[in-house]
């Protein structure tokens, strides 16, 4: 009894020392050298039980670009209004085409910390492998094609490439995932949710 007590102890202590370690540390999103720090949008997410659908996919060779020597999957909205990019194995994201000051998304945070700790509005929105999805400021060119635009990905057509998976419906917006950590977002210029939002089966 004494030593099942003793392990439960030393079992009870482990699990809040790696709890105490998990709520202090957090990734921070960096897509240049200079590029500016993020603020967490939400926790940590829970991964979902259910396998992403295959139904829809894109063909991932119609939007790949190399770019400063990197091999990124870039595609712009249907309206034209957002520019988004998977870079493979690091982070997914969109950001405002029209705009690169703000994000113009309803509910997102008025101000995240800029790169020598000033507050600067967010213009994009990213999920990397681990972690929860956030909003970051910057620097140009983003998750833009320069030169650009990329090419549309069209309703209802998912693009898969990297541990990452985006797709955009009309009627819940552009919705990026990370296979590997299972956290991803969902958005339009009316709000944004921490969830990826699959595209249905059975969608045209």
Do not use: K
Not at 111 to 134: C, D, F, Q, Y
């Amino acid at each position: 009894m004494v030593q099942w007590a003793m392990r439960s102890s030393i079992r009870a202590g482990l699990v809040a020392a790696a709890l105490l370690s998990t709520g202090c540390s957090g990734p921070t999103v960096v897509t240049t050298e200079d590029a500016a720090r993020t603020t967490a949008t939400s926790a940590a997410p829970t991964p979902t039980t259910e396998r992403p659908s295959n139904v829809h996919l894109a063909n991932a060779f119609d939007f790949a670009a190399d770019t400063g020597g990197q091999t990124g999957y870039y595609f712009s909205s249907p309206s034209g209004r957002w520019a988004c990019a998977i870079l493979p194995r690091v982070r997914a994201g969109c950001q405002n085409a029209q705009s690169t000051s703000s994000i113009g998304i309803d509910g997102a945070p008025d101000e995240v910390p800029g790169p020598g700790g000033e507050s600067l509005a967010p213009n994009a929105i990213t999920i990397e492998r681990s972690g929860g999805p956030r909003f970051v400021r910057l620097t140009p060119p983003g998750f833009a094609l320069t030169p650009g635009p990329a090419a549309e990905l069209p309703f209802n057509r998912i693009l898969a490439v990297g541990g990452f998976r985006c797709n955009v419906q009309q009627a819940s917006g552009i919705s990026c995932l990370s296979e590997a950590g299972g956290g991803g977002f969902t958005f339009s210029a009316d709000g944004f949710t921490t969830a990826y939002t699959d595209v249905p089966p059975g969608a045209p």
